[in-house]
């Protein structure tokens, strides 16, 4: 008799990560100076972005992950163009202990996507007559942290504590 378990035996149990679609589920281009923008513009704007990620569950094992990205341009104070975008993926997570499936929704779920909506974005611009928005890699687990720093130190609501 073995103690080695059967090929396979043990597979049901493995962490499971699987995207089930990606889509965009929201896109927004702004432009509002045009056309008098492209001749009065001397040096390229100043870009401000602003990212966030959020989740939820949408079925047994099943949740969606949604990235949103907005891109401000501005030039000697004034608006060159806004654009603003929202992707998302449905994951399905098996098998991944509960203290850790925070982490892998605003994580490693954000990282699979992130190349799809910064191509978007990117193209969006370029089609805006700019030239690219080419988003830098985020790091999303800085995000995650610094939202969990602030969110242990802000009081509980209603003066309820811990």
Known sequence: MSDTPAPGAG?????????????????????????QIFSGMSE??????SVDVNARGIGEDQYEVELTVSANATSNDEPVFVVESAYAGA????????EQLEIVLLVECPRIIFPFLRQILAETTQTGNFPPVMLDP?????????????????????????
């Open 11 to 35: 597979d049901a149990a493995a962490p499971s990560l699987r995207v089930l679609a990606q889509y965009l589920k929201d896109l927004s281009f702004e432009n509002p100076k045009a056309p």
């Open 44 to 49: 390229a704007p100043n870009i401000a972005v």
């Open 91 to 98: 994951f399905e997570i098996k098998n991944v202990p509960q």
């Open 138 to 162: 985020i790091d999303f687990l800085s995000i995650y942290e610094q939202r969990r720093r602030a969110a242990a130190a802000s009081p509980a609501p209603d003066g309820a504590q811990a």
